[in-house]
C-alpha cells in the first residue's frame, strides 16, 4: 500500500532495528468515499499497516508524517486509538499542517514534533449534508467532540480548558470558530511535545529502541 514504506533495506551502522514510515494526508476517507481527484489516506488500509508493524519482528519503531486537512472523525479516531496503543516506539512530525483530525493524530504517538513552519487548525466537530435539527443530534455532536477532547488532553499536556478555549474562539478563522496555531505556539500550550525536524523525530526513534532492546 502507498501509505506506507520501509526506510531503507539494511540496518544503519550503530543503530538497532528498521523504522516504518506511515504518512497521513489530505483527508481521512472512512466510510463514505470521497471523490477521486481529493487525496485521501484510507483507514482500511492503515488499520492492519499498524497491526503488521506492531507485530513485526524486524520493524522496531513508527515514524507518522502527518499533513491533513480533515476527513472522518470516526475513522480518524479509530487510527489514533491503534497507534496510542502500540508498544512499539511510535513518533508524530506535523508538516504543513494538521487540520481537524490530524489533532489527535499527533497526539497519539509516543512523542510529537511540529516542524517550526507547519500549523494545526483546532475547530469543533463539523458534518458535512443534511443534518437534522433535532436535540438528539446536537447531543450526538457533544458527545463525538467530548470524544475527541478527552482522548487529545490524555495524549497531550494541553489543559481541557485551553484546548476549549482555542476550539471555540471567535477572532481567529474567517467566517468560522476554532484557532490556527504554529510551530513554537502548539509547543508552548501543551499541545505537542518538541519543534523538530525529520532528523529529531528518527533520533528519538533510534534512542528509544535502543532503550527497549537494552
Known amino acids: 500500500m502507498e501509505e506506507i514504506t520501509q526506510l531503507g533495506s539494511t540496518q544503519p551502522q550503530g543503530r538497532e532495528g528498521m523504522i516504518h514510515c506511515l504518512t497521513i494526508v489530505g483527508q481521512v476517507e472512512g466510510h463514505q468515499i470521497l471523490p477521486e481527484d481529493n487525496k485521501t489516506t484510507k483507514y482500511e488500509h492503515v488499520m492492519p499497516l499498524l497491526a503488521a508493524v506492531e507485530e513485526s519482528e524486524e520493524m522496531k519503531g513508527l515514524l ?18 491503534l497507534i496510542a496503543g502500540m508498544k512499539k516506539p511510535t513518533v508524530s512530525l506535523i508538516l504543513g499542517g494538521g487540520h481537524s483530525i490530524g489533532v489527535p493524530l499527533a497526539v497519539a504517538a509516543s512523542r510529537s514534533f511540529i516542524a517550526p513552519s507547519a500549523a494545526m487548525t483546532i475547530h469543533p466537530v463539523r458534518l458535512n449534508g443534511v443534518v437534522i435539527g433535532v436535540p438528539q443530534t446536537y447531543n450526538y455532536f457533544a458527545r463525538i467532540q467530548e470524544r475527541i477532547v478527552g482522548f487529545v488532553t490524555g495524549h497531550s499536556s494541553i489543559s481541557r480548558e485551553r484546548y476549549n478555549e482555542l476550539m471555540m474562539a471567535t477572532d481567529e478563522l474567517a467566517n468560522d470558530v476554532g484557532s490556527v496555531i504554529y510551530g513554537q505556539e502548539a509547543v508552548s500550550c501543551g499541545l505537542i511535545d518538541s519543534i523538530g525536524t525529520l532528523s529529531d523525530a528518527l533520533d528519538y526513534l533510534h534512542n528509544e529502541i535502543k532503550r527497549q532492546a537494552h
Request: no cysteine; glycine share 22%.
Open 64 to 81: 507518522i508524517l502527518l499533513n491533513t486537512v480533515g476527513g472522518d472523525v470516526e475513522a480518524g479516531l479509530g487510527i489514533a486509538e
